[in-house]
């Protein structure tokens, strides 16, 4: 039994903030939903889907099939006991970005505290490539919903994009 720490307000804000930011690339964002993964399933913090809200509602969807998703993110949460600290973030990092890459998830995003900085979040994007996971790029949570129009995420750029233009 895996025991998961409850999500704190400055994880339903991020978790809010990188929702809005993958509303503008997708049809359709969604939260909190279990997602076909691994032996038990998962529910990502937020999954981009390439289906209409409309497509969703009239499949009367409740769980995600991987070929549905075309973005995972994990808000990690972190806990102040040490122990169960390791464990989540092992689970986001390690656990679920396995999961994810073996099931062909095209981009699993992991959004972390910034220590020093309460009001951000540091966003890692990985592409799959080859069946693994490769770092594309790494942005503040700032910097990509601050910018005006269309947000230039990994996902909105071409491939040869370098993560310096994002």
């Known amino acids: 039994m895996e025991i998961s720490t409850p999500p704190t307000p400055w994880h339903q804000i991020t978790t809010r903030a990188v929702q809005n930011l ?77 999961e994810y890459a073996s099931v062909g998830i095209p981009e699993y995003w992991i959004v972390d505290e910034i220590p020093d900085d309460p009001r951000d979040a540091t966003v890692e994007i990985f592409r799959l490539e080859a069946g693994r996971y490769r770092l594309a790029s790494t942005a503040k949570l700032s910097d990509l919903t601050s910018r005006a129009g269309t947000p230039r995420i990994a996902s909105a750029t071409p491939p040869e994009a370098t993560s310096e233009e994002l």
Do not use: C, Q, W
Request: overall charge negative.
């Open 22 to 98: 993958l509303d503008a690339r997708y049809p359709s964002t969604l939260s909190d939903v279990p997602l076909a993964v691994g032996d038990n399933g998962r529910r990502p913090d937020v999954i981009a889907l390439e289906l209409t809200r409309e497509e969703i509602l009239d499949r009367r969807l409740t769980i995600a099939l991987p070929d549905m998703v075309k973005v995972a993110v994990e808000v990690i949460s972190h806990d102040p006991d040490p122990r169960r600290d390791a464990i989540a973030v092992r689970r986001d990092r390690e656990t679920k970005f396995a």
